[in-house]
């Protein structure tokens, strides 16, 4: 997965998600390569031998986030190199990540028109975008309890082009919908995990018969058809 960015300081760059060891010193060296085919590693030696001019100097804006020691060493580091390699590329462990989910979505839910950039700014690899969604039928119960939550702030309602998108406990929200919902969330995303792992894909579910007409009817139906449930 990706997305893109540029802030406040005009300058674009892309927060990518990957599930395998990436060498960091290899794809710096890949990367600049290419940015210095397009002038950008001589900008930023240009910039950094005007700023350095008179020998180190701290950058006083950023020692909140990068203290004084870091950027002496930076700077000894870019000097060797006659400033052709900087750290254009930032690789961190999601092992130090509390809650995935919510970083991923941090990003991807981010106003796009704040971005100040043309063209697609998010996507993700083939077999992600394969992923079977789980289908709900419509059910203005659980609207009406999406509504509450968003109402009691104990969920957040972003909507985007061509979606919309809850941000809560998953868990409370759908057992306050029926106490089996969270159990078939649970299930499906599973198998379809286990797929993504396994690199095959899930068996495709057969369409569902007609829905009966009211709501509890049409949870059991949805219920029987993963787990054999039955709604008392």
């Not at 704040?114 to 975008?129: P, Y």
């Not at 009691?152 to 979606?163: I, M, P, S």
Request: hydrophobic share 35%.
């Amino acid at each position: 997965m990706y997305a893109k960015f540029r802030p406040l300081l005009n300058l674009s760059h892309w927060h990518i998600l990957l599930d395998q060891h990436i060498p960091h010193k290899q794809l710096r060296r890949l990367w600049n390569k290419h940015l210095a085919r397009l002038g950008y590693i001589q900008a930023y030696r240009r910039n950094q031998e005007g700023y350095h001019r008179q020998g180190f100097k701290v950058r006083s804006e950023l020692l909140e986030k990068w203290p004084a020691h870091k950027q002496r060493a930076a700077y000894f580091a870019g000097r060797s190199s006659r400033w052709s390699q900087p750290n254009t590329v930032d690789i961190h462990a999601l092992r130090n990540v509390q809650n995935v989910v919510a970083y991923v979505v941090k990003y991807m839910s981010k106003n796009g028109a704040s971005r100040n950039i043309e063209g697609r700014i998010w996507g993700c690899n083939d077999t992600l975008k394969n992923l079977s969604p789980l289908v709900v039928p419509d059910c203005p119960q659980l609207e009406q309890v999406l509504a509450q939550a968003v109402h009691e702030g104990q969920a957040e309602k972003l909507v985007g082009e061509g979606f919309t998108f809850y941000r809560c406990q998953t868990r409370s929200i759908l057992q306050q919908w029926h106490q089996d919902a969270h159990t078939m969330f649970v299930d499906h995303w599973s198998a379809e995990a286990q797929a993504l792992t396994s690199w095959q894909r899930a068996p495709a579910v057969p369409d569902p018969p007609p829905l009966p007409t009211t709501c509890r009817q049409r949870l059991c139906t949805f219920a029987n058809r993963y787990r054999g449930l039955t709604v008392a």
